[in-house]
Nanobody, 123 residues
Framework: QVQLVESGGGLVQAGGSLRLSCAAS????????MGWFRQAPGKEREFVAA????????TYGDSVKGRFTISRDNAKNTVYLQMNSLKPEDTAVYYC????????????????WGRGTQVTVSS
């Protein structure tokens, strides 16, 4: 079992930045690929970014590529999402998730999920 707790969300103006954190506890954090997803009201959950267990490989959704950066610190059992040049369309609840096998763009591969943190970008 892995417990995930997101933090760092909030209200920011368009063009601003936020850094989300996801603290993990339970089983060995470094064994898991980690991902960030988001869901806006009335929309389906969307893949944002994912990172391999070692941090050596990353992948991003097309809508955030070049603006967001995912990273992890296995010594701190934490994964981060640095979000720059935020847009109103980035407004959503952001969730982190852990995949037992390898990182993935598909939510189906993630076994553990946090409760989410709200990000609101004003225009």
């Amino acid at each position: 079992q892995v417990q995930l707790v997101e933090s760092g969300g909030g209200l920011v103006q368009a063009g601003g930045s936020l850094r989300l954190s996801c603290a993990a506890s339970g089983r060995t954090f470094s064994n898991y690929g980690m991902g960030w997803f988001r869901q806006a009201p009335g929309k389906e959950r969307e893949f944002v970014a994912a990172i391999s267990w070692s941090g050596g490989s990353t992948t991003y959704g097309d809508s955030v590529k070049g603006r967001f950066t995912i990273s992890r610190d296995n010594a701190k059992n934490t994964v981060y999402l640095q979000m720059n040049s935020l847009k109103p369309e980035d407004t959503a609840v952001y969730y982190c998730a852990a995949a037992p096998s390898q990182y993935s763009r598909s939510s189906e591969h993630y076994a553990y999920w946090g409760r989410g943190t709200q990000v609101t970008v004003s225009s």
